[in-house]
Structures are given as C-alpha cells and as structure tokens.
C-alpha cells in the first residue's frame, strides 16, 4: 500500500514512515500541507496519516479543504496525534471527519492495527 505522511516533526515522520516500509508499505512525506491538495488529486495513496498541531495550517483546518474538494473529498485519512483523550479522538473522528485516529508515539503494533483496518 502507498501512503502520505504529513507532519512538521522531522523525528515523528522519520519513525512512522520507517514503520510503514518495515511493514512492507510505500510512504511519501510532507513536512507542512501547502500543495499537498494537489498531491492527494494527483497521486493514488491508500490513506494520508495527517497531523493535528502543526504551524501554518492546522490539520482540522486542512482536513475540511480536503473534505469540500471534490477531488480529494474520499481520501481516507487517519489522524496521527498525541492528543489523546477521549474527547480529543472523537472530535477528530466526528466532527473534523477523520477517519480514524492514532495516538503518538506510534509503535509497530499500532500502526499494524490501524493499516488492518484501511486494507
């Protein structure tokens, strides 16, 4: 599978994007989400592992671009945060519109549980 990370740690795309190809995946990473709609429209990923806290454009605030673009509006994307509680993930998932959630630091076991679910 072939998927995009998006996120402003350099340490937290670094350990995510080595677990995905430790588990046989393909991973494209972007450091912030200017021009990443175009690369979505463009390019065919499985799903984006998107971050929440980031400093120009915030995912939520990146998440509803993507959702009201009618190109992008059925990516699947999974929130990779360290905003962990209850509270936080269902906002992610209900109200932003996420589709799924996974909480920092991620693991190999975690990550393996969520790609379960997009396969």
Do not use: W
């Not at 588990?23 to 429209?41: P, R």
């Not at 799903?47 to 980031?54: A, H, Q, T, Y």
Request: aromatic share 6%.
């Amino acid at each position: 599978m072939r998927f995009l990370v998006i996120d402003d740690s350099a340490m937290d795309r670094h350990l995510l994007t080595s677990l995905l190809e430790e588990l046989g995946h393909q991973a494209d990473v972007c450091s912030n989400t200017e021009g990443v709609l175009d690369k979505i429209a463009l390019e065919n990923y499985d799903s984006v592992f998107l971050d929440i806290v980031m400093p120009e454009q915030d995912g939520y605030k990146f998440l509803r671009s993507l959702r009201t673009n009618p190109a992008t509006a059925k990516q699947h994307v999974i929130f990779c945060s360290s905003k962990k509680t209850n509270l936080e993930i269902d906002y992610g998932l209900r109200r932003a519109g996420a589709n799924d959630y996974l909480v920092k630091p991620v693991t190999k076991e975690n990550v393996a549980q969520i790609l379960q679910k997009v396969a």
